[in-house]
């Protein structure tokens, strides 16, 4: 088991990555305190977890609101005595997902948007090491995961404040792997997702935990017509942005910190805007004999 006894928090664990992550580290071995803002939702990921024969709590947490944090990150400690992998997952997508241009968002919807992703994160990221450094036998050895996006490396069309936040994430990682938490042996790391989140990302909170990524809920999964470059006979999904998460969690990545990793990419954020097409070689070929026969 790759968590064997390690003692985990997961934030937004009631839906998406986050559930899935749940349910995985536990498989894993670990001990995981479930939060999510909506405790419904987290009691749901606890009786999953719990039915599949692993251990689990379930705490009500707000990212924005920093007792709460605090207290859940307390409960982890209370509960198992340890705090081991926190793992920064909670988000929300930009108001209108996308719909309002630059300069009709609001100073409030800015906000919103910040608190959650960023300052949520922050808030985590600071009573996780609180926690870790008064560990049974000191900090060493424990992970920090964020969960940040593709928006934070790439132009995604009408998300400015979320992808601001999530580059903001990425910042905060470097920061802290190099002059905070690293001293302590504390790691700290950043998932990029692309593809294979949750379709619930864009749906209201309170709507059914579908367990879907996007690209599954198109329907029938064509390869030749995803604009992943990378051609699979099946859709991403979350298990596959769980994964990466899980192996950050583990002693497997025990020198890995400050960096930011864009999983499920399939190749991407490699791909240029020159609309090359499949046969580009052989159209550079004729167009360069074409131009070399006319001069």
């Given at each position: 088991m790759?968590?064997?006894?390690?003692?985990?928090?997961?934030?937004?664990?009631?839906?998406?990555?986050?559930?899935?992550?749940?349910?995985?580290?536990?498989?894993?071995?670990?001990?995981?305190v479930?939060t999510?803002?909506?405790?419904?939702r987290?009691?749901?990921?606890?009786?999953?977890?719990?039915?599949?024969g692993?251990?689990?709590?379930?705490?009500?947490?707000?990212?924005?609101?920093?007792s709460?944090?605090?207290?859940a990150?307390?409960?982890a400690?209370?509960?198992?005595?340890?705090?081991?992998?926190m793992?920064?997952?909670?988000g929300?997508p930009?108001k209108?997902?996308?719909?309002?241009?630059?300069?009709?968002?609001?100073?409030?919807?800015w906000?919103?948007?910040?608190?959650?992703?960023?300052?949520?994160?922050?808030?985590?990221v600071k009573h996780?090491?609180?926690?870790?450094?008064?560990?049974?036998?000191?900090p060493?050895?424990?992970?920090?995961?964020?969960?940040?996006?593709a928006?934070?490396?790439?132009?995604?069309?009408?998300?400015?404040?979320?992808?601001?936040?999530?580059?903001?994430?990425?910042a905060?990682?470097?920061?802290?792997?190099?002059w905070?938490?690293?001293?302590?042996?504390i790691r700290?790391?950043?998932?990029?997702?692309?593809?294979?989140?949750?379709?619930?990302?864009?749906?209201?909170?309170d709507?059914?935990?579908?367990?879907k990524?996007?690209?599954?809920?198109?329907?029938e999964w064509?390869?030749?017509?995803?604009?992943?470059?990378?051609?699979?006979d099946?859709?991403?999904?979350l298990?596959?942005?769980a994964?990466?998460?899980?192996?950050?969690?583990?002693?497997?990545?025990?020198?890995?910190?400050g960096?930011?990793?864009?999983?499920?990419?399939?190749?991407?954020?490699?791909t240029?805007?020159?609309p090359?097409?499949d046969?580009?070689r052989?159209d550079?070929?004729?167009?360069?004999?074409?131009?070399?026969q006319q001069?």
């Open positions: 790759r968590l064997k006894d390690k003692v985990v928090v997961i934030t937004g664990a009631g839906s998406g990555l986050g559930r899935v992550s749940s349910r995985l580290f536990a498989q894993e071995g670990a001990r995981v479930i999510d803002i909506s405790e419904a987290a009691k749901e990921t606890l009786e999953q977890v719990l039915g599949d692993n251990e689990a709590i379930a705490v009500k947490a707000d990212v924005t609101i920093e709460e944090v605090e207290a990150v307390q409960a400690v209370d509960t198992y005595g340890r705090l081991d992998v793992f920064a997952n909670a929300i930009a209108g997902f996308g719909s309002a241009a630059l300069e009709n968002i609001t100073e409030e919807e906000d919103e948007t910040n608190d959650v992703v960023l300052k949520g994160v922050f808030f985590s996780a090491v609180r926690a870790m450094k008064n560990n049974p036998g000191g060493a050895g424990s992970s920090i995961i964020c969960t940040s996006s928006a934070s490396m790439a132009g995604y069309p009408g998300f400015p404040q979320y992808g601001a936040a999530k580059g903001g994430i990425n905060f990682v470097r920061l802290c792997a190099a905070e938490i690293g001293k302590y042996g700290i790391n950043a998932i990029c997702p692309t593809h294979g989140m949750s379709a619930n990302f864009i749906l209201p909170g709507a059914p935990v579908l367990g990524s996007h690209e599954e809920m198109q329907g064509i390869k030749e017509h995803s604009p992943i470059p990378l051609k699979l099946r859709a991403p999904n298990l596959d942005n994964y990466p998460a899980l192996f950050l969690a583990s002693d497997e990545s025990m020198y890995m910190s960096v930011s990793i864009p999983i499920t990419d399939g190749g991407t954020l490699a240029v805007a020159i090359f097409g046969n580009w052989e550079l070929y004729g167009n360069a004999s074409g131009e070399a001069a």
